[in-house]
């Protein structure tokens, strides 16, 4: 009995750091999209940020996460400087070779808000801004609906800081955003001050972790930490922290309905 215990204390001491050995380093970018991920000067956070890093931590990976606009984030990733993206929407048509993770981290819901006199009073398919013009802030993400329609007119610009601003003073008819942001980014509208936002929304997407396709096994385990995550409420308690809202309650109120505004299935994350 002592040779098998010397053995399995031998054993135990050659697999705990084959374990850590096999760990990997994962280098993320992501663009800044409150509340989700931003960086506030002390590094990065966010709700997106805390729920990736506790999947890193829980499937024994290290995870950095590096701020930059969308397009350059994936010019670093086929330069080999990043080995993935913390929000993609549609990784499937992406240039480089990218797998996304099970769950979407995110799920854009795009809102459109207009001023108080806008004569519409409820979103009824992109008819209702016939004639308008939209502000559409360069290397933003769009559905390819509203970029095709030509019933609107763009309105071209660098960032969209100011976007709520140029609504209001009239230099565009509609501003479309992500409903999230509007309540809970820095810029967000704690007062409505002459504008509204339609409902139901105009597009609701998902957004998903990707990384390198040589990465599938750390895409793997990232999965099964998500899982766990929800399973033992940790999702729920970030909801919480950044929010306010639990996973569910932050679906239904963003539908403005009892119901959730995605299936079960693919609730966030």
Avoid at 18 to 42: I, K
Avoid at 124 to 137: D, I, K, P, S
Avoid at 150 to 174: F, I, K, S
């Amino acid at each position: 009995m002592r040779r098998i215990g010397c053995i399995l204390v031998v054993l135990a001491g050659i697999f705990v750091p084959l374990s850590h050995a096999m760990a990997d380093e994962v280098r993320l970018c992501f663009s800044r999209w409150e509340p989700y991920a931003y960086d506030d000067g002390d590094g990065a956070t966010g709700l997106a940020i805390d729920i990736a890093k506790r999947a890193f931590e829980i499937s024994g990976h290290d995870a950095t996460f590096t701020q930059m606009p969308h397009s350059r984030c994936h010019f670093g990733i086929r330069y080999g400087i990043y080995d993935g993206i913390l929000f993609e929407s549609r990784p499937g048509e992406t240039v480089e070779s990218l797998s996304a993770s099970r769950f979407a981290l995110v799920n854009r819901v795009l809102v459109a808000v207009v001023r108080e006199s806008y004569p519409q009073t409820a979103y009824e398919g992109l008819q209702t801004f016939e004639g308008a013009n939209w502000l559409h802030v360069v290397d933003e993400d769009y559905p390819a609906k509203i970029l095709n329609n030509t019933q609107m007119y763009p309105v071209d610009v660098g960032e969209n800081a100011h976007g709520l601003l140029m609504l209001r003073r009239n230099y565009v008819d509609v501003v479309f955003r992500d409903l999230a942001s509007l309540h809970f980014g820095s810029d967000a509208v704690h007062e409505p001050a002459g504008l509204k936002t339609l409902l139901p929304a105009v597009d609701i997407e998902p957004f998903y972790l990707c990384m390198e396709s040589k990465f599938a096994r750390v895409t793997a385990d990232y999965d099964q930490a998500i899982t766990k995550m929800l399973a033992d409420g940790s999702i729920d308690r970030l909801y919480y922290k950044h929010l306010g809202f639990s996973q569910i309650a932050f679906n239904r109120y963003f539908s403005g309905s009892s119901q959730p505004t995605l299936p079960q299935d693919r609730l966030m994350p």
